[in-house]
């Protein structure tokens, strides 16, 4: 079994029929791609796998714990962290600023890492941020307003806000929509890096097809709410079922 696993899961809103029997399996310590059209459900999943939605049948496990009927606040204390479409940071605030809010909340007086509620002294918390934005390689950064930041390096800065939180899970929405080229190639390097350097499973949405043959060890085909395919990229490349979602073409030979 993977440490995500999705079963029969299916998702209405209205008339509208957004999942129907989907099954995923994601294995630890792998990047697993979900992919599809416009409107194939992709994001409808992946609310469903932090707590915005609850399928309306079956069921969402991750490490062998239900994550339905919890909030996101719990599902991220489980170990799920989301790298939204759009960066997730606090404008008027430093890079440095930014990476302490994920860290600490004051709990009688002592400040507690969320995902072990270990004890740590605030000296301790801009040590370990300091030590994750060198990781990134934005340190040099640390008191910049991120208002006058790149869209990639606010990426690179939501991506190290979640990582120090120590997720087994990491979830990407999108990671590198509206980049230029040379930012979407640094965010590749970076996701490399965490892939081979961390203990952690990435399941990423991407429509960027570079992006996903670049990083992706498996690959699920979505197409109207329903899995058409699931493979490892060599064999997704030309397959004529994604063929016909994509490009309309028939999956006949």
Request: with cysteine.
């Amino acid at each position: 079994m993977g440490i995500l696993e999705v079963k029969d899961v299916g998702k209405r809103f209205g008339g509208l029929k957004a999942l129907s029997d989907v099954n995923l399996s994601v294995a630890e310590n792998t990047c697993h791609a979900i992919i599809g059209p416009n409107g194939a459900g992709k994001s409808t999943l992946l609310n469903c796998l932090v707590g915005k939605l609850i399928p309306d049948t079956g069921s969402v496990m991750f490490d062998g714990q239900s994550v339905l009927g919890r909030s996101p606040h719990e599902i991220n204390q489980m170990g799920i962290s989301r790298v939204f479409q759009t960066p997730e940071i606090f404008s008027d605030l430093s890079v440095m600023e930014n990476m302490m809010i994920p860290l600490f909340a004051r709990r009688d007086g002592a400040y507690r890492l969320h995902a072990y509620h270990s004890v740590l002294s605030e000296a301790e918390l801009v040590t370990k941020a300091e030590q994750m934005l060198a990781d990134v390689n934005m340190l040099d950064k640390r008191n910049m307003h991120t208002a006058s930041m790149s869209r990639g390096d606010k990426r690179r800065l939501e991506m190290a806000m979640c990582l120090i939180q120590e997720p087994k899970l990491l979830l990407l929405d999108e990671p590198t929509a509206g980049m230029a080229r040379a930012d979407t190639n640094n965010t590749i390097d970076l996701l490399k890096q965490i892939k081979d350097s961390r203990n952690i499973t990435i399941a990423i949405i991407e429509h960027d097809m570079h992006v996903v043959f670049s990083l992706a060890d498996r690959i699920t085909v979505l197409a109207q709410g329903t899995p058409l395919v699931e493979d490892v990229p060599e064999k997704i490349k030309g397959h004529p079922k994604v063929k016909e979602a994509y490009l309309g073409e028939t999956a006949h030979a």
